[in-house]
């Protein structure tokens, strides 16, 4: 495997349902992202993990909550979403600094909640 | 006023063509600026990136950056139906030990044969 990988692809959940979103990089980059990205709406930074620690929640809705077990993997767990939430889920990751080289993006999961 | 502005398009150009692709952002201090290709369905890959004001080409691809006139463009030499695609353009602000992009809304480039 190379790159960054997401699983699943795609996913279909109710509103009462919980799941997770699982990214994998395989570049030995040190920061994560996971970002949302909607029809219309420009790419929304949703968090940021840099050496496992998030340093960044962008106002995010508590129904989602990350986690960065280590600096390979970067989790997304659903619970009780909306309607609203469907959208395409993209994680990236990055070296520090990555300011000056940008991000390596996974695939996205194409998630909608009915 | 938002903080990446392009326009969405959809810009339309004949196969052999210069595209041009523009973007404005709102925040003096970035300092890193970035154009992503998406096609549909797939996830953005990055193709090219400048931090100085300038141009920078690379292939078929120029970016143009005026930090005074805060502005970034993307010139296309040579239009294949091939680059048909969204183009994102993402700026950072440095002065973080992590790379944090903001992204336009992305411009719908269409290469017609």
């Known amino acids: 495997e190379t790159g960054v990988t997401q699983t699943p692809r795609h996913l279909v959940m109710g509103m009462t349902n919980k799941k997770s979103l699982k990214c994998e990089q395989h570049l030995g980059h040190n920061a994560m992202y996971w970002y949302k990205q909607s029809a219309k709406k420009p790419l929304e930074l949703m968090f940021v993990y840099s050496l496992e620690e998030r340093v960044e929640n962008n106002s995010v809705p508590s129904r989602f909550s990350p986690e960065c077990p280590n600096s390979s993997h970067l989790f997304l767990h659903l619970h009780t979403l909306q309607p609203e939430d469907s959208a395409l889920y993209l994680c990236?990751?990055?070296?520090?600094?990555?300011?000056?080289?940008?991000?390596?993006f996974g695939s996205g999961t194409r998630l909608t909640v009915v | 006023q938002k903080e990446v502005e392009q326009n969405s398009g959809p810009l339309s150009v004949p196969e052999g063509a210069i595209a041009s692709l523009n973007c404005t952002y709102s925040d003096r201090g970035s300092q890193s600026f970035f154009w992503y290709r998406q096609y549909s369905g797939k996830s953005p890959e990055l193709i090219m990136f400048?931090?100085?004001?300038g141009d920078k080409e690379d292939g078929r691809f120029t970016a143009q950056l005026n930090k005074a006139s805060q502005y970034v463009s993307l010139l296309i030499r040579d239009s294949q139906p091939s680059d048909s695609a969204t183009y994102l353009c993402?700026?950072?602000?440095?002065?973080?030990?992590?790379?944090?992009?903001?992204f336009g809304q992305g411009t719908i480039l269409t290469v017609h044969p």
């Open positions: 990236a990751s990055s070296q520090l600094q990555a300011g000056s080289y940008g991000y390596t």
């Open positions: 993402a700026v950072s602000r440095g002065g973080t030990s992590y790379g944090k992009l903001t």
């Open positions: 400048i931090y100085s004001n």
